[in-house]
């Protein structure tokens, strides 16, 4: 079984168009939609990206890094073909199995439960 990646989002901003104001310094949160690809349905993987300048300028406190890309400039394509080639790289034989790779890097909307 394989991911496919169905969705990648920002709640306020149309990612293909989106330019932060200093391309340099800036920190964004991403939303990936996940799934099998033999299914439409898919689960949600947050990721934040940003620059080593705006954590330089924007924490004061250590911070654990899972679901963190740290990125020298924004550029969307190589933001989107990092991820996706992260995803391909992923396989297993089960969703289960799959998502417990990807949430090794993005936070699973699912990670910790349990029914």
């Not at 300028?57 to 073909?81: A, H, M, T």
Request: charged content about 25%; hydrophobic content about 35%.
């Amino acid at each position: 079984m394989r991911p496919v990646i169905k969705g990648l989002s920002h709640d306020l901003y149309e990612l293909n168009t989106y330019l932060p104001e200093d391309i340099e310094n800036f920190c964004l949160s991403f939303r990936i939609r996940i799934g099998p690809e033999c299914s439409i349905g898919a689960d949600n993987f947050d990721l934040s990206i940003c620059t080593p300048k705006w954590l330089d300028e924007s924490l004061w406190e250590p911070q654990w890094g899972k679901g963190l890309l740290i990125i020298r400039k924004y550029d969307f394509g190589v933001i989107r073909n990092l991820i996706q080639n992260y995803v391909d790289a992923c396989e297993g034989e089960s969703w289960h199995e799959i998502a417990m790779q990807l949430s090794s890097v993005f936070l699973w909307e699912y990670e910790g439960y349990r029914p």
